[in-house]
T-cell receptor, first 113, second 114 residues
Framework: AQKITQTQPGMFVQEKEAVTLDCTYD???????LFWYKQPSSGEMIFLIY??????QNATEGRYSLNFQKARKSANLVISASQLGDSAMYFC??????????FGAGTILRVKS | ETGVTQTPRHLVMGMTNKKSLKCEQH?????MYWYKQSAKKPLELMFV???????ENNSVPSRFSPECPNSSHLFLHLHTLQPEDSALYLC?????????????FGPGTRLTVL
């Protein structure tokens, strides 16, 4: 069974609007961490935001926020005020106890001007 | 140099060649990782080194051989590869503990096997 599911292969958003990228996860471990990475066409993976399973509040980093719904096992990424430079592939990932990071299939985001 | 660097950035090799990919991290981390990213597939973790010991080997074929001589350097030795091994190979590093530390990635090596 897939541990990380990203159901949106591709998304379009108008510049300056907000967009939500979906991520659901599957784990029986009570202690885990959720990450979002951005991969532009250059190939480098850029860390965006982290949410711990015990964190009471949703994580925020600038224009990025994570809508964490633990009971639903979802960790959606919200990008506010989209910019053209946000066009990239976005990966959701989960880290359980140990050093293993498991990635979803990714969502391609295209920002339109 | 800062962050995580990888060389070469692009590599074309024949199936009988032997080559090596190099990764270097300048972040003081003590865990390093190799990932494979194929077209239309999720990132696949290949190897994990923590405190210079290999702690994870995800059923990777023996034609891929990792080496971690110290906490700052990681190599992936390639030998007798197949065309299906063509992919982007990403190196990452992190602090081994606590486990929620984010991984920092290098720019990757785009490998083409002819």
């Amino acid at each position: 069974a897939q541990k990380i599911t990203q159901t949106q292969p591709g998304m379009f958003v108008q510049e300056k609007e907000a967009v939500t990228l979906d991520c659901t996860y599957d784990t029986s471990d009570p202690s885990y961490g959720l990450f979002w990475y951005k991969q532009p066409s250059s190939g480098e993976m850029i860390f965006l935001i982290y949410q711990g399973s015990y964190d009471q509040q949703n994580a925020t980093e600038g224009r990025y926020s994570l809508n964490f719904q633990k009971a639903r096992k979802s960790a959606n990424l919200v990008i506010s005020a989209s910019q053209l430079g946000d066009s990239a592939m976005y990966f959701c990932a989960m880290r359980e106890v140990g050093n293993k990071l498991v990635f979803g299939a990714g969502t391609i985001l295209r920002v339109k001007s | 140099e800062t962050g995580v660097t990888q060389t070469p950035r692009h590599l074309v090799m024949g199936m009988t060649n032997k080559k090596s990919l190099k990764c270097e991290q300048h972040l003081g981390h003590n865990a390093m990782y190799w990932y494979k990213q194929s077209a239309k597939k999720p990132l696949e973790l290949m190897f994990v080194y923590s405190l210079e010991e290999r702690v994870e080997n995800n059923s990777v074929p023996s034609r891929f051989s990792p080496e971690c001589p110290n906490s700052s350097h990681l190599f992936l030795h390639l030998h007798t590869l197949q065309p299906e091994d063509s992919a982007l190979y990403l190196c990452a590093s992190s602090q081994a503990l606590p486990f929620y530390n984010e991984q920092f990635f290098g720019p990757g090596t785009r490998l083409t096997v002819l």
